[in-house]
């Protein structure tokens, strides 16, 4: 049983670009979630993919969106990128977004320049 | 607004004494708590958790117990043991909300040896 991959593992862009990040879901899980966690906070919720439909959003402006494939696995964009949006970007995949299902992804470290 | 706190940074403990780590909610929407541990570079992995309708839940050497009254609730780790050294998050489903988790800051927490 494969566990969540995420990729690239460490990005360095430069304010005002757009970033794409991505993660493959564990096997047998078909919900996929985002967070972001600035450096000495918990994670936030960004938004919830299901069956390729975005199922729930937290407080993120639209620059922030998804994409969730056929296959499960999952996209984040962000657009016009800011220096705040330097991150750890986690994925967590699920079986129908069960919480107690979470498998998180070793994240995406994005550094905004 | 942090509906979710961890207002200890950081805990010290000896070896084989016991860690406590704690959590505050303002919401009293949420019915069910989760701890999360995370080593670095690793995503966070679940640990315990308990409904909103329990006051005590145990597996092994961790106990989670909720105060609802109180809107508190507490991990212990009996006996503590070195590779329980992670950062320890707090973390709430909100009735309703289906799968989005809100997180606390973290807790890092130290057993000596």
């Known amino acids: 049983e494969t566990g969540v991959t995420q990729s690239p593992t460490h990005l360095i862009k430069t304010r005002g670009q757009q970033v794409t990040l991505r993660c493959s879901s564990q096997s047998g899980h078909n919900t996929v979630s985002w967070y972001q966690q600035a450096l000495g906070q918990g994670p936030q919720f960004i938004f919830q993919?299901?069956?390729?439909?975005?199922?729930g959003r937290g407080n993120f402006p639209p620059r922030f969106s998804g994409l969730q494939f056929p296959n499960y696995s999952s996209e984040l964009n962000v657009n016009a990128l800011e220096l705040d949006d330097s991150a750890l970007y986690l994925c967590a995949s699920s079986y129908k977004g069960a919480v107690f299902g979470y498998t998180f992804g070793s994240g995406t470290r994005l550094t905004v320049v | 607004d942090q509906q979710v706190k961890q207002n200890s940074p950081s805990l010290s403990v000896q070896e084989g004494r016991i860690s406590i780590l704690n959590c505050d909610y303002t919401n009293s929407m949420f019915d069910y708590f989760l701890w999360y541990k995370k080593y670095p570079a690793e995503g966070p992995t679940f640990l315990i958790s308990?409904?909103?309708?329990?006051d005590k839940n145990e597996d092994g050497r961790f106990t989670v117990f909720l105060n609802k009254s109180a809107k508190h609730l507490s991990l212990h780790i009996v006996p503590s043991q070195p590779g329980d050294s992670a950062v320890y998050f707090c973390a709430a489903r909100r009735s309703g909300a289906g799968n989005m988790l809100t997180f606390g800051g973290g807790t890092r927490l130290m057993v000596k040896p």
């Open positions: 308990i409904s909103s309708i329990k």
């Open positions: 993919y299901y069956r390729e439909e975005e199922n």
